[in-house]
């Protein structure tokens, strides 16, 4: 069965500080992963995507990974903001029908 | 910029009710779609449309419908309102044909409340 999980639920840091979002996915064939931001009551919205034969790859203070072979993903927030706080959610393309496979997401909250 | 518009941001509808979602695009997708998004359960699929006149059932149709009478325009019909039906209703469209796994671009949502 085509899954994604995320870890953590959702995480509580100090602004400035660092942290990492995990991704794991069952999806075959994969195509692509995505994550996407989403402030509260608001749309998600990309920030970065990765295909099989990307490893790394950063916008700005974020920087996600992927790991094809053992089906991971992280995402890697640098000296957090306050803007940061929102959830992430990380979506799989793939699968026999090509469908977009979501994770339930991580809610991060950035704290002064 | 691309855009994707919901008509309502905040809905507060009686059960029975018929209550109408629309979402317009800019960006002359072929593709649109509508989630809906609840606590812990995450964004589900309910309805999506390759092209005009064209729709799909998601993992959740049940008690939903849709139309796509034109390109840009996507709407979610609940022909009779339930409480179990209130929740976070996000709108989204994509480019591409049939397999493609590119990038939504979301609505702002549309929170319905059913009393």
């Known amino acids: 069965k085509n899954q994604v999980e995320q870890s953590p639920q959702s995480l509580i840091i100090l602004e400035g500080k660092n942290c990492t979002l995990q991704?794991?996915?069952?999806?075959?064939?994969?195509?692509?992963l995505r994550w996407y931001k989403q402030d509260t009551g608001r749309g998600p919205v990309s920030l970065t995507i990765m295909t099989f034969s990307e490893n790394t790859k950063s916008n700005g203070r974020y920087t996600a990974t992927l790991d094809a072979d053992t089906k991971q993903s992280s995402l890697h927030i640098t000296a957090s903001q306050l803007s940061d706080s929102a959830s992430y959610i990380c979506?799989?393309?793939?699968?026999?029908?090509?469908?977009?496979?979501f994770g339930k997401g991580t809610k991060l909250s950035v704290k002064p | 910029d691309v855009k994707v518009t919901q008509s309502s941001r905040y809905l507060v509808k009686r059960t029975g009710e018929k209550v109408f979602l629309e979402c317009v695009q800019d960006m002359d997708h072929e593709n649109m779609f509508w989630y809906r998004q609840d606590p812990g359960l995450g964004l589900r699929l309910i309805y999506f449309s390759y092209d005009v006149k064209m729709k799909e059932k998601g993992d959740i149709p049940e008690g939903y419908s849709v139309s796509r009478e034109k390109k840009e325009r996507f709407s979610l019909i609940l022909e009779s309102a339930s409480t179990n039906q209130t929740s976070m209703y996000l709108c989204?469209?994509?480019?591409?044909?049939?397999?493609?796994?590119?990038?939504?671009?979301f609505g702002e949502g549309s929170r319905l409340t059913v009393l």
């Open positions: 989204a469209s994509r480019v591409g044909g049939h397999q493609n796994t590119g990038e939504l671009f």
């Open positions: 979506v799989v393309g793939g699968g026999s029908q090509g469908n977009l496979i």
């Open positions: 991704c794991n996915y069952t999806v075959s064939p994969f195509s692509n």
